[in-house]
Each structure stands twice: as C-alpha cells, then as structure tokens.
C-alpha cells in the first residue's frame, strides 16, 4: 500500500495558525462512513449526532511546556532544548540544538541557574540525554521557565498558552496536545453529560512522533513510534457496560482510538485497566475492535494519522471529505476545524 495512495492538495492558507475565540465555533463536518454522505454544522452543534447511552473518550493528557532556552556555561552558546520523555528520574530524553554543540558532559543553564542539564549520552535519531538538577519541584520550575512546544507548521506565536491544553487536561507529559479535544468547553460536557451521554477519560502521551512524516513509499515498511497509555479501573468498566447496554464508543482524536484499540486487542475485544507503551499503527485493512465513531480534526496529506482516518471510514471517502473540506475552506490542523465520523 503507497503512501501517495493517501496524498490531496492542501493550500498553505487553510493551515489554521491561531485557535478561534471560541473553542466550540469550529466547523464541524460529519462524514457517514457507510454511505460517505456529508454534512456540515458548527461544533457546539455536536449534541445532535449523540445519543443517550454513547460514551465519549477523551484523552486527558497535559502538554508540558516542554521547550526551553539556556546556554553552555562554558561558552555561553546558546542551546534549545526540547523535552521528549522522562527516561529515569530527572534524566529526559531530548532534542537539542544545535545538537553538534551539546556533547557527553556538557552542561547547560537555563533561567540564571534556577535550572541546569548536563548531557549524560546520546538518543535515537540525534537525541539527547540530559540529566536535570533544581531545587523544588521540577515541574513548576519548567512552568517558570519553559515555552509550549507548538506544532512545526505553527509559525505564529500563541498568546495564550492554554489555548493549547483542553479544558479537561490533567496528566503532564505529552509533547503536544490531542488536539480534536480542544474543541470542548466544560459548559459543553456538563450538557452532554446531562443529556446522558458518558464522559471517560484515558491518558496518552502524545510524542512528536505524530508530526514526523512517513519517508517510506510502503506504509508496511513505516516504523511506528511508540507512547505511553494508561486506562483506569473505572474507565475500563464504564467502557464495557457501555458496550453491553448497546451504546456507541466514539473516541476523540487518533491518540483515545489508539490506546482503546491497542487495550481491545490484547483483551479479545474487552476493555481491561492497564498502562504501557503503544505503537499500534491503524491503516486501511485493520478490523476496528473497541471504537463506533471518533471526532477528530483534519490531518496532513501522507500522514499516519489520515491513514488511521481511512482505516474507520474508507480511503475514497476520506480524501472526498477533505477535498471538499479544502474547497468549503476548512481549517486545518492543529487549531482547526473538526470531523465527525459515525
């Protein structure tokens, strides 16, 4: 299966670069995944498509301020850091750069010292290993001092850093927001809670693994990158009652569909609480275990996470729903605009 099989054009402007005032005026598009019929309304509308007895998964993952800006204390060479993932203790994997600059030994300042890294080794695809010291709590000295990692298509500066979190976030460690879940407001669940609809939440650490392209012509021969998930005993539960009682599962965004299908294949299609790391890779082909129907936003041509989009609704439907996104002038990406497949 080729990669250019899940290619559209995308004009650069639609690429939304700030988020809407209001989370919940988004378009909304909801694509029929038996019939390929669409139609089109505004996220705040999403109540209509819901039924008493579905249940809405969202990640509550939290986006760590993840970016910070420092300099070796012996040259004064200035370093960005980029925080990936805890590997033991204080010692996170990272990216660094220039990363030529930052070799075994070499330490790293940052805010006049409140923090400081020291490169203890070498990571994958030229990462870094750096091995932090504070004093206090590391996380809200990274709140002092860190930036929010933005998407690398994101050229403009986000005025308020919250526009990047749900209002539902909770866990730290993701190194970039699930981002079909920042359509919601709390007003919004509270209404679709009191129309009967469930509410549960599962956490999955997003890495920057989703922004890196597929630079393999067969999709087979794509290397997965792999995450972190965690589904409590309650979810698990609520999940399964969910199923029984005839209710539909719909995920929001590719990061809740993920770790669901990752938790129904190793339990025969039930749901069981556990954590672990993922790399399950969802294409065309793949026999859905745990999900009805999932929100998610519009996705980068050749993408993984439009294949994904294409294995629960089909590939030609799919690229007629986007290509007629691109002529209605959706929004795309990571502020953008929002899909309902059912």
């Known amino acids: 299966m080729k990669v250019d099989l899940f290619d559209f054009h995308l004009p650069e402007e639609l690429i939304a670069q700030t988020p809407l005032e209001q989370r919940t005026h988004s378009k909304l598009m909801v694509l029929d995944r038996e019939t390929g019929e669409l139609s089109h309304d505004i996220f705040k509308n999403i109540k209509q498509y819901l039924q008493p007895g579905d249940c809405l998964v969202l990640n509550d993952t939290r986006v760590l301020p993840a970016r910070l800006y420092g300099h070796k204390e012996d040259t004064g060479a200035k370093i960005e850091v980029l925080l990936l993932k805890q590997e033991e203790g204080d010692t996170w994997e990272t990216l660094v750069k220039p990363a030529k600059r930052v070799k075994e030994g070499t330490k790293i300042v940052f805010g006049e010292g409140l923090l400081t890294a020291v490169c203890v080794g070498s990571s994958d695809q030229g990462g870094r290993l750096l091995q932090f010291q504070y004093e206090g709590i590391f996380y809200e000295v990274l709140d002092q001092l860190g930036e929010m990692p ?78 972190f998930y965690q589904v409590s005993e309650g979810t698990a539960r609520l999940l399964n009652e969910v199923k029984e009682q005839g209710g539909r599962i719909i995920t929001v965004g590719t990061t809740s569909t993920r770790t669901l299908e990752t938790i129904a294949t190793a339990n025969d299609g039930h749901f069981e609480a556990g954590s672990g790391w993922t790399d399950i890779f969802i294409y065309p082909g793949y026999p859905f275990k745990a999900i009805d129907g999932m929100i998610t936003n519009f996705h980068l041509p050749k993408s993984t996470l439009i294949m994904l989009v294409s294995a629960l609704a089909g590939r030609e439907y799919v690229l007629h729903a986007y290509n007629t996104a691109v002529t209605e002038r959706y929004r795309f990406f990571s502020f953008g605009d929002a899909m309902l497949i059912l």
């Open 150 to 227: 933005l998407p690398p298509y994101i050229k403009e500066q986000l005025d308020d850093q919250d526009r990047y979190q749900t209002v539902f976030a909770k866990e730290r460690g993701s190194a970039a927001a699930p981002t079909a879940g920042l359509h919601f407001t709390e007003e919004l669940l509270v209404e679709l809670e009191e129309m009967g609809i469930h509410i549960a939440f599962i956490t999955l650490h997003v890495g920057l693994g989703t922004f890196r392209p597929v630079s393999v012509e067969d999709i087979h021969e794509h290397d997965m990158h792999s995450e």
